[in-house]
């Protein structure tokens, strides 16, 4: 597939599979359309030509049909963007009750489980605003969980937090990784892609440079970009 | 001032401001409905209801309210014979209410875009990313948050919308303040000023509440980010 942004050129010819199952890293240096290419995954942008397919439907371009396909699609945003005006209870089962017309009851139950997962059911009465950046990341991916997605699409989810609250993000995010979801995960965080990644995808310059698995990229890069992407953040 | 209190003998002005009261009444509930459809409208992916907001803001909103008043009672009441209700001067009543409920309603509308601008993006992102259509995310994801920013701008709408409904003098309600004030100038030139001053702190009696309880109302249900 291909993408604009006016003259330039954001994502160029990508054909990326994703298994069922399989957790892939996107890494890549800022402005190389990582981010793009998660947010077209769930078409938060529109893509010029190509197809996005998951299990086996093709993503429609607009209404219900889409509406239906992106209830399938779990994103967690680098922002959170936790509904402001409601609790973080109403966050987990807004999906559930509105989407998929689930009793309430019943979603509340399953928001109470999800939360506890990821360590926040003792702040399921508070608004978002009053919880810290890492609990309400925490939050989104409950929230994300709660419509049981095929796929989760993580775009940099913990590049706004404070260093003290990435690893409780990621351990929840490891975790998820190791009961199978399907994960596409895009981040600055290679502590994360060495540990849960099945694969590792580089992307620059619009373009995946190179696939592999963490093992082999992380020690024996074969692009240019990528030796020189891996010198600069690993020289410290 | 025994001049000043036979004026209330004579003239009934708590009727007369009654009668503003309940023009803005109605005609604010029904601005606020036809203003966030509007809204809605504006904010849509539907070009065509998009340029249907859009114009519909910029007629109203740049037509003298005399003249859609006016043309409520000559054009559409005497001309077209459109009655609205059996007895004339309910009627004309009615019809003053739509007027000024179709003038404001682009006030709103425009109060609301201002609302929703004030809701970050990333909100309809996520709305739309657990599956929520157009209409479920502006409901129950947009809306609510934009009318919470949106307070301040109502309020002054609505205090616009007290004050304009003397205008419905112009649609032939003469059991409006206005209208009395002019009747009672007429018969008791000797007390103009003090018959002046009487309206204009009647109005101010009735809007200060307003603007301190959107104050208060802005600040106690903003949302916190």
Request: aromatic fraction near 8%; glycine fraction near 8%.
């Amino acid at each position: 597939m291909n993408k604009h942004f006016g003259e330039l050129h954001v994502l160029r010819d990508i054909n990326l599979d994703v298994a069922r199952g399989e957790v892939v890293v996107v890494i890549g240096p800022s402005g190389s359309g990582k981010s793009t290419l998660c947010r077209a995954i769930n078409r938060l942008e529109t893509i010029d030509d190509g197809q996005i397919m998951i299990d086996g439907e093709v993503l429609p371009a607009e209404g219900k049909a889409l509406a239906k396909l992106r209830a399938d699609v779990g994103m967690v945003f680098q922002s959170f963007n936790l509904f402001a005006h409601k609790s973080i209870l109403e966050n987990v089962t807004l999906g559930p009750i509105k989407v998929k017309g689930m009793k309430g009851g019943e979603a509340k139950e399953l928001a109470m489980s999800l939360l506890k997962r990821v360590g926040v059911d003792n702040q399921a009465q508070k608004l978002p605003a009053q919880l810290s950046g890492g609990q309400q990341q925490r939050v989104a991916i409950a929230r994300a969980l709660a419509m049981k997605p095929k796929v989760m699409l993580f775009d940099e989810p913990t590049s706004a937090l404070d260093p003290e609250m990435i690893n409780e993000v990621l351990d929840s995010m490891v975790a998820l990784a190791k009961e199978g979801m399907t994960m596409i995960v895009v981040t600055h965080e290679m502590g994360f892609a060495r540990k849960a990644a099945d694969r590792v995808v580089f992307m620059a310059d619009g373009q995946i440079m190179e696939e592999a698995t963490p093992e082999s990229f992380f020690t024996n890069p074969q692009s240019d970009r990528a030796k020189d992407f891996l010198g600069k953040i690993l020289s410290h | 001032m025994e001049n000043y209190l036979s004026l209330f003998e004579t003239y009934d002005v708590p009727a007369a401001f009654w009668v503003n009261i309940q023009l803005s009444f109605w005609a604010a509930i029904f601005a606020l409905v036809i203003g966030t459809v509007l809204a809605l409208f504006r904010i849509s992916p539907i070009p065509s209801l998009q340029w249907f907001g859009a114009a519909y803001v910029n007629i109203f909103r740049n037509t003298p309210l005399t003249i859609i008043l006016a043309f409520g009672f000559l054009g559409l009441f005497s001309v077209m014979q459109v009655s609205l209700a059996g007895d004339l001067n309910a009627s004309l009543f009615r019809i003053a209410i739509v007027g000024l409920a179709l003038y404001h309603a682009a006030f709103v509308c425009e109060a609301i875009r201002s609302g929703v601008n004030t809701v970050p993006l990333g909100q309809a992102e996520a709305a739309r990313a657990i599956g929520l259509g157009f209409l479920p995310a502006a409901r129950l994801v947009i809306l609510p948050q934009a009318f919470r920013g949106a307070i301040a701008p109502l309020g002054n709408v609505l205090i616009a919308l007290i004050k304009n409904s003397t205008v419905a003098a112009a649609g032939s309600v003469a059991t409006e303040s206005s209208s009395l004030m002019k009747t009672m100038i007429e018969f008791r030139s000797d007390l103009v000023i003090p018959i002046f001053l009487t309206f204009a702190l009647g109005f101010v009696i009735l809007v200060i509440p307003i603007g301190l309880l959107t104050t208060w109302a802005s600040r106690k249900l903003a949302v916190a980010r």
